[in-house]
């Protein structure tokens, strides 16, 4: 009875009910132009009469008017003439509910910091936004179509299946182990190679999440402890390649679960799924912070990083001079022998090629289709992979049995994550449904000055994954809303580059979930990092924030920047 979780949950529930009957709608006409390209294909499939005359339609009399009440009609193609040639325009009328369609988003941020729990929060806003639209019968009319979207789809298949699949193999044979053991000992000469061991490492791992964070703090911990490598010092630098590196390296699943989110209506190259994609590949150079965190941690393994703060420095020097690799009187966490065990079956000889070439596969096939295609297929990438990852264990002696073994193992360690990114995709959905992004657009689309966009969007990120220590949960809540603010200012101030605009805003929501994810104390991969370096998780989080913190401040300076040249 004094839970206040509960009693906010209780409350929003009563509240998104109470909202879906009685708050009003406000409908709005959007204009979305089309090129003649556009124009002509849809004629050659609809045919011509499916464009209007600009006086025959009714939305087009309605685009500059908020109505409270449902038009005739809520799509519309027309078409517009004058002296300089014909015009083509998508009418469609969306409505919201004023400040309560933000409720739902709401409710999962303020559940995030009360509970500190992902799912929980997530399936509270789920609950908060079927309420809101009247949708009582929550599995068949909110949760089943979420589901089954291809959004749902994509994160089943590429992320439970052949994420969890490949990561179950390496972990059977024993490849990504040996591969990091191979590069430890041939590598690893004094402080400085052992810590550019690690970095390396982490590049290695471009999957992020637990393979990394397990595999390279385990592995070099016992050489980096050898060479007096403070505790600390490791955690950070296996910590601050994981999700970066992801995200530079994002030939895994991370393009696939955003381009679910940041669908937009109008914006060509947001239009399909392998736009998006590419959207995302081609934003990578402004992903500001990930970069200069990566290059940090590269700065501290050659001991030429001047920002470290004192906790850093003293722990640098403690370990140096007297060989402590913790404070004094810290508390470390130390990963226990189910994660440091092998799992090969006995009489099976791990080979550190049996790593590299899947990953060749999965780079070189995501390259060269993004290359070929202009869009990366990640899904052929990790099916060739994990295709021959397998073939290669069988045919070096593993039986069919411990072979599947090993794929169940893997699906089992991602199904946690899988629920958190499908509940997201289904909030996601809600959001867009309830009209939040377009009441922001709406009411702050010509009150709020572009150039602070990416600043607030990257402070709100922080707040949300900082709270949740999910970046991925946080992309949900955040870019339904985000990606149409930032595409409406930038039409309404006019920008030369409104497509460099919407990818400064991308950069910051990606990199702002990423920073707070790293930089909180709840996060796995925090945990992680603090387990297989053995560090005392506060003193990891403690020693890391003023290096990241650097970089974020240099991240949004330079995105603020680039707003001017938009």
């Not at 008017?65 to 799509?75: C, F, K, L």
């Not at 690690?198 to 637990?210: E, K, N, P």
């Not at 994550?417 to 959905?429: E, F, H, P, T």
């Not at 990199?511 to 790293?518: L, P, R, Y």
Request: hydrophobic share 50%.
């Amino acid at each position: 009875m004094k839970s206040i979780p509960l009693w906010f949950f209780m409350g929003a529930l009563a509240l998104s009910w109470w909202a879906g009957r009685h708050s009003s709608t406000v409908w709005v006409v959007e204009s979305y132009s089309l090129d003649r390209a556009t124009a002509e294909k849809r004629m050659q499939k609809v045919g011509a009469p499916s464009f209007l005359a600009v006086e025959d339609s009714v939305l087009w009399k309605l685009k500059d008017a908020s109505i409270t009440r449902a038009p005739e009609v809520t799509q519309e193609w027309v078409i517009e003439s004058n002296d300089d040639g014909d015009t083509f325009s998508h009418l469609e009328a969306r409505y919201h509910r004023g400040m309560w369609s933000l409720f739902p988003a709401f409710v999962t941020i303020v559940l995030c910091f009360l509970t500190r729990e992902p799912v929980t929060s997530l399936l509270g806003g789920i609950l908060s936004g079927a309420l809101l639209l009247g949708a009582y019968d929550i599995m068949s009319e909110v949760l089943i179509p979420g589901l089954t979207s291809s959004s749902a789809a994509l994160i089943i298949v590429l992320y439970l299946g052949l994420l969890g699949s490949m990561l179950g193999i390496w972990s059977r044979n024993g490849a990504a182990r040996a591969f990091a053991d191979w590069v430890t000992l041939r590598f690893v000469r004094g402080p400085k190679t052992a810590k550019l061991t690690a970095w390396i490492l982490g590049a290695f791992f471009f999957q992020g999440g637990t393979i990394s964070t397990l595999l390279v703090g385990t592995t070099v911990k016992p050489v980096a402890d050898k060479e007096k490598i403070s505790h600390e010092e490791l955690s950070y630098i296996v910590d601050s390649t994981a999700s970066p590196i992801a995200v530079l390296l994002p030939f895994n699943a991370w393009p696939f679960y955003v381009q679910g989110l940041i669908f937009v209506g109008g914006i060509s190259v947001l239009a399909t799924e392998e736009l998006r994609v590419g959207f995302f590949f081609s934003s990578i150079p402004l992903f500001f912070y990930a970069i200069l965190a990566v290059l940090f941690t590269f700065l501290l393994s050659i001991d030429r990083l001047p920002w470290i703060g004192q906790s850093f420095k003293k722990a640098i020097r403690r370990s140096r001079e007297t060989g402590e690799l913790d404070r004094p009187g810290a508390t470390p966490l130390q990963a226990s022998e189910s994660l440091q065990a092998s799992d090969v079956p006995e009489g099976y000889r791990p080979a550190a090629f049996e790593f590299v070439l899947p990953l060749v596969l999965i780079i070189g096939i995501a390259v060269g289709t993004y290359v070929v295609l202009d869009s990366p297929n990640v899904l052929w990438a990790f099916a060739v992979a994990v295709l021959v990852g397998a073939l290669t264990s069988r045919l070096r002696g593993m039986t069919l049995k411990h072979l599947i073994e090993g794929v169940t193992a893997g699906l089992q360690g991602v199904v946690y994550g899988a629920v958190i990114l499908l509940l997201a995709v289904v909030i996601g959905g809600l959001s867009r449904e309830t009209g939040g992004g377009l009441f922001l657009v709406d009411s702050l689309g010509a009150a709020l000055p572009y150039q602070m966009l990416p600043l607030l969007l990257f402070v709100l990120t922080i707040g949300i994954a900082f709270s949740t220590g999910t970046s991925w949960g946080t992309f949900a809540v955040t870019f339904p809303l985000a990606m149409p603010l930032a595409w409406s200012l930038a039409e309404s101030g006019g920008l030369e580059h409104p497509v460099l605009f919407l990818q400064i805003c991308f950069a910051a929501v990606i990199n702002g979930s990423v920073f707070g994810d790293q930089c909180s104390p709840i996060s796995d991969t925090t945990v992680l990092s603090s387990l297989a370096t053995g560090c005392d998780l506060m003193d990891h989080v403690k020693t890391q924030i003023i290096p990241s913190s650097i970089a974020a401040v240099i991240a949004v300076i330079a995105w603020t920047c680039l707003t001017f040249f938009v």
